[in-house]
């Protein structure tokens, strides 16, 4: 079982950066592949980054590739997704979410390959 607990969000305007945090705790953190996923507002919650139990693999969505950034700390049990020029179409809430095991075929993609999920971080950015 792990706990994660997200942190970073909040209000900024378009053109902005954030950094959002995911702190894990619970069973070893390094044995977690780690991604992020958002949801607006009358949307599905959809994929947004993933990253490798050691960081070595990264993946994107296409509508944030280039602009943020996914990293891992195993030493601290935090994920990490940095933010910049953020667009008012970036605005929803951020969830984190850990995987037991490593990725396969394109499996960082799918929210139901996820195990634990966190509650929640909102992001909203002003035109």
């Known amino acids: 079982q792990v706990q994660l607990v997200e942190s970073g969000g909040g209000l900024v305007q378009a053109g902005g950066s954030l950094r959002l945090s995911c702190a894990a705790s619970?069973?070893?953190?390094?044995?977690?592949?780690m991604g992020w996923f958002r949801q607006a507002p009358g949307k599905e919650r959809e994929f947004v980054a993933a990253i490798s139990r050691s960081g070595g693999n990264t993946y994107y969505s296409d509508s944030v590739k280039g602009r943020f950034t996914i990293a891992r700390d195993n030493a601290k049990n935090t994920v990490y997704l940095q933010m910049n020029s953020l667009k008012p179409e970036d605005t929803a809430v951020y969830y984190c979410?850990?995987?037991?095991?490593?990725?396969?075929?394109?499996?960082?993609?799918?929210?139901?390959?996820?195990?634990?999920w966190g509650q929640g971080t909102q992001v909203t950015v002003s035109s």
């Open positions: 979410a850990a995987r037991e095991g490593e990725y396969y075929s394109g499996s960082y993609y799918y929210r139901y390959e996820y195990d634990y």
């Open positions: 619970g069973r070893t953190f390094s044995s977690y592949a």
